[in-house]
Structure formats: C-alpha cells, structure tokens
C-alpha cells in the first residue's frame, strides 16, 4: 500500500483525505465465531470549528469500562454488518441518527483479547452539530470531540503500559487518558489519514486506576 501523504493541518479540508486507504471490506473473523463477541465501533469525524476533530464518549461510571475513553459501538445483535451495528450503537449511545453520518469505510482493529472482543472500525463523517446529539445518560458521562491537531501533538503522546506488560500507544486530552483499543484505533485512523507526527514511544505512562 502506498504511504499516505503527510497533509498539513493548518491547511487541511475533509475533501482532500485519502479515503481509498480505508477497506470496503474489513469485517468479522468469522474463525472467533462464538469464541469472541463480535463489535463495531464508529469513528466520527467532522471539521465543524473548521478543523477536523474526531468524536469519543466517556463511559457511565457505573457500567462496564465506566469512565473509560471509547468511541460509539457495541456487540453486533442478529445478522447486523459492521456500518449496521456502528450506526444503531451510534444512535443507541449519543443520538445522532443514522441519516446525519455519510459513512467512508472500514478499518480491521486488532482482536482486543483482554475483552474478549473481535472489533471493526466503521469511519465516516458528520456536520459536527451539537445539538444533534442526545447523550444517553445510563451509558454516556460525556462527549468529547477532540481536534486532530490535539491528538497529534507529541506533547499529548505516550504509550500506556499496565500489568502483564500490555502497551500500545496512547493520547493525555482534555483532562483524560485513551489508551487500550480505542487509542489503537485512533491512531490507525491518524496514521491512514497522513496526520499523525513523529512522538517519543519512549514516553512511558501506566494507566491511571480511573481509566481502566
């Protein structure tokens, strides 16, 4: 695959991304069929502030991974695809409707093992409009649209660790740590799109007990 072009953020329109990076076709393995629950995610982005920025939700406290960093998405119920599943968590999680988001593709996301989890990253794009969103207070603390150019910044860059010498890398915004899959996948998307800049993995970080 050829290397996406490094785009300037100053600079940078939706219109010019690389969408042909991302796969029409990245889904389940069908292999962990019944082994692992099978989950999509949705990776929203939007240049409402005239920028690109990427939607995450902070999770209830009092769910499973509450607190945590996370994108929108869920386990795949009946003979959903991934854009399916994406979108009814989507509007299940935050509100916004299915009508609001122009989907751009997929992207494989590794099988996150501590979970128990086969994920596909669906990646597509919305206006950015606040009030379109209705945040589903039993599943959702907060929303938090985050711009690239925050994420990209190596002073917000370092690679988490935690027991049994799981790490990956990871991003300190706006007062929280994303680290674990959503981090992977956010920096999968930054990497596809040409955004992502040169950081020290060298910066270690463990996961504070609140995030995990």
Not at 39 to 46: F, K, N, Q, R, T
Not at 79 to 94: G, V
Request: glycine letters at 8%.
């Amino acid at each position: 695959m050829k290397k996406p072009e490094k785009y300037p953020l100053a600079h940078l329109s939706l219109a010019q991304l690389p969408l042909a990076h991302l796969s029409r076709t990245a889904t389940w393995d069908e292999q962990l069929a019944g082994r692992v629950r099978q989950a999509a995610v949705m990776v929203l982005i939007s240049e409402a502030e005239a920028e690109p920025s990427i939607l995450f939700t902070q999770r209830a406290r009092g769910i499973s991974q509450g607190w945590q960093v996370s994108f929108p998405g869920g386990g795949r119920e009946g003979a959903e695809n991934p854009e399916q599943t994406a979108l009814r968590e989507t509007y299940e999680e935050i509100g916004l409707d299915a009508s609001e988001i122009q989907i751009w593709g997929r992207l494989a996301a590794p099988t996150a093992s501590r979970l128990r989890v086969d994920p596909v990253a669906v990646v597509g794009c919305w206006s950015g409009a606040s009030e379109l969103l209705r945040p589903n207070a039993a599943e959702v603390e907060r929303i938090l649209n985050v711009p690239v150019r925050e994420l990209v910044d190596p002073a917000h860059r370092v690679t988490w660790e935690i027991e049994h010498d799981h790490t990956g890398p990871g991003f300190l915004v706006d007062n929280v740590v994303i680290w674990g899959m959503t981090a992977g996948i956010t920096d999968a998307v930054l990497e596809i799109f040409g955004w992502n800049q040169r950081w020290d993995r060298e910066r270690m970080m463990r996961v504070p007990s609140e995030f995990r």
